[in-house]
């Protein structure tokens, strides 16, 4: 069974930082990718970074010198360092991965950063 736990959302000022962490397990086909989505209320659920299995990363515009992924494969762990938060990177924060048979998705995390 596949899961992707993600970990480190919460609370923070404008301007202040988080790390994100998705922790997968169960996977048994190629990753593709593994990446960031976040969905605020009203909006649909955008692209904040994705990192392929060869090591290249993309990153929304609007996140763009601000976040950064990294991975830990021996750990099968995925980082988003949010710097420089906004109120507007307030969104429930989604762990993706893509393999060559389909999507997976984590539970979300919540990241609210205040004015």
């Known amino acids: 069974q596949v899961q992707l736990v993600e970990s480190g959302g919460g609370l923070v000022q404008a301007g202040g930082s988080l790390r994100l962490s998705c922790v997968a397990s169960g996977i048994i086909f190629r990753i593709v990718s593994t990446g960031w989505y976040r969905q605020a209320p009203g909006k649909q659920r955008e692209l904040v970074a994705a990192i392929t299995s060869g090591g290249r990363s993309d990153y929304g515009d609007s996140v763009k010198g601000r976040f950064t992924i990294s991975r830990d494969n021996a750990k099968n762990t995925v980082y988003l360092q949010m710097n420089s938060l906004k109120p507007e990177d307030t969104a429930v924060y989604y762990c993706?991965?893509?393999?060559?048979?389909?999507?997976?998705w984590g539970q979300g995390t919540q990241v609210t950063v205040s004015s």
């Open positions: 993706n991965t893509k393999t060559t048979v389909g999507d997976y």
